[in-house]
């Protein structure tokens, strides 16, 4: 199991780096997105949810 989580990390940094993100704004998308796939929730709602979390974290990140 640690093995797993150690190279998810380390793609997830990989990405990161790629592509400029901050890896804390990445890793929390992944965890909402997987909290709200599993909620009772209109795909509307969880895109808002989502988006919101982006806006805020990007405003952070400056």
């Given at each position: 199991?640690?093995?797993?989580?150690?190279?998810?990390?380390?793609?997830?940094?990989?990405?990161?780096?790629?592509?400029?993100?901050?890896?804390?704004?990445?890793?929390?998308?992944?965890?909402?997105?997987?909290?709200?796939?599993?909620?009772?929730?209109?795909?509307?709602?969880?895109?808002?949810?989502?988006?919101?979390?982006?806006?805020?974290?990007?405003?952070?990140s400056r």
């Amino acid at each position: 199991m640690k093995e797993i989580k150690r190279r998810e990390f380390e793609l997830l940094t990989n990405i990161c780096k790629d592509h400029e993100l901050p890896h804390d704004l990445v890793s929390k998308l992944l965890k909402t997105s997987e909290i709200n796939s599993y909620e009772n929730k209109p795909s509307r709602v969880r895109k808002k949810e989502l988006l919101d979390l982006i806006e805020f974290h990007s405003k952070k990140s400056r």
